[in-house]
Structures are given as structure tokens and as C-alpha cells.
């Protein structure tokens, strides 16, 4: 098994565990009913994240690194490294400060918003080719966030509930958190142009025999 095998196998260990350990902490934790409960775990940005990099991950190793699938392109695969890097951003520079996590809880915090983040970001950096990124990839990559935002937001204004403080209509009123989603996508539209500059001298480096 090649090194990037061994690697993706790793990652794909450790989010698997993680995400079926968080659920099953988040079902006992009797906060909610069990059905309001799995309706709040598919509205948190980083657990769908953390699905999507779940699956992304699984088709890779499975995949022979020949074969062409929705997940394999440069583009998609960066997407998926921009998503669970803003999403470790946000969480260690905005919201890690709001609880103090114990025990497995605590652990599964620091793989979901620390070390799977990290992880993929090493994998992008090491093994995906990434000469052919530009600019217009830039608005698909942009849709996943935008109807995650719109969705969260009608789901909240009927049910009263909001997976982050940030978007808390209840609390902050309405121009508030406008506000706070347009200053995410200015984030998001920021790391966006980072990533397709950075891959592009990523690739132009690999390609003359540099260190990357």
C-alpha cells in the first residue's frame, strides 16, 4: 500500500470514528427529543463538512488514483479543502472559547475542528495537482456555503433554534447576522482566491523540482 493510501486511511478512520461518536454523544445527551436532535445534527456546518470530507476520503482510497470520479478533479478537491479549513478557522479563532469540552467530547472536538482539517489540508498540499485551478471555480465552490446559510436561517426562523451564536436571529436580530453571513462568504471568497494562487505556485514548484 503506497503512502497516500496509508494516509487516506488514516483520515478515513479517524472522521468516520469521530462523526459516529459525536452522534451518538449528541442522542444521549437528552437535550432535545431524539428526532429534534438528528435534525440538529445535519444543521451544524461542521458536521455536514465533516460528511462530505467522510465520503470524499472513502472514494479516494477505494478509487484507483487513475480513475475519474466527482471527487478526483482539482477543483472539487479543493473546495473540500477550503470548507474544512474555514471551518477549523472559524471554530479555534470564534467559537473555541464558548464551551470547554470533557472527556471524549473534547476529543472528538479536536479531530473534528483541529486535526481532520490540518489532515486534508496536508493531503492538498502533498498530493493533489492543482495547475489547472482558476478563478472561475470559484463561484461553484461558493453555493455549498451560500445554501447552507439560506436553509439554516429558514429552518431557525420556524423552529427557533440555531446552530451557531453568530446566527441567532433571536438573539442578534435580523441586520446582525446578515451581517456576520456576509463577512463568512467575505471569508470564504478571501481563502477561496488564497487557494487558487497558492495551488497554483504549489504546482509550478512541484514542476520545477522545488521543495513544496
Keep these: 500500500m503506497s503512502g497516500r493510501k496509508i494516509y487516506l486511511l488514516l483520515v478515513v478512520l479517524l472522521e468516520w470514528f469521530a462523526l459516529v461518536a459525536q452522534l451518538i454523544l449528541m442522542l444521549r445527551s437528552g437535550v432535545a427529543s431524539t428526532g429534534e436532535l438528528l435534525a440538529r445534527f445535519f444543521t451544524y456546518f461542521t458536521i ?22 466527482g471527487f478526483s478533479s482539482p477543483s472539487a478537491q479543493t473546495a473540500f479543502t477550503l470548507y474544512i479549513t474555514v471551518v477549523g478557522l472559524i471554530y479555534n479563532l470564534v467559537l473555541r472559547q464558548l464551551w470547554d469540552p470533557s472527556g471524549l467530547q473534547a476529543v472528538l472536538d479536536e479531530l473534528l475542528h483541529s486535526v481532520i482539517p490540518v489532515m486534508i489540508l496536508i493531503y492538498w498540499v502533498k498530493w493533489v495537482d492543482t495547475g489547472s485551478l482558476r478563478s472561475k471555480n470559484i463561484p461553484p465552490w461558493l453555493v455549498y456555503p451560500a445554501v447552507y ?25 435580523g441586520w446582525v447576522v446578515a451581517r456576520n453571513c456576509f463577512g463568512i462568504v467575505g471569508v470564504f471568497l478571501l481563502f477561496s482566491f488564497l487557494f487558487v494562487l497558492l495551488g497554483r505556485r504549489k504546482n509550478r514548484r512541484a514542476g520545477a523540482g522545488w521543495p513544496i
Excluded: E, H, Q
Design 48 to 69: 455536514l463538512t465533516n460528511i462530505l470530507i467522510g465520503v470524499y476520503v472513502t472514494i479516494l482510497f477505494l478509487a484507483d488514483r487513475n480513475t475519474s470520479t
Design 149 to 173: 446559510a439560506a436553509v439554516i436561517l429558514i429552518r431557525g426562523y420556524y423552529s427557533g433554534w440555531y446552530p451557531y451564536p453568530f446566527m441567532d436571529v433571536n438573539k442578534l436580530g
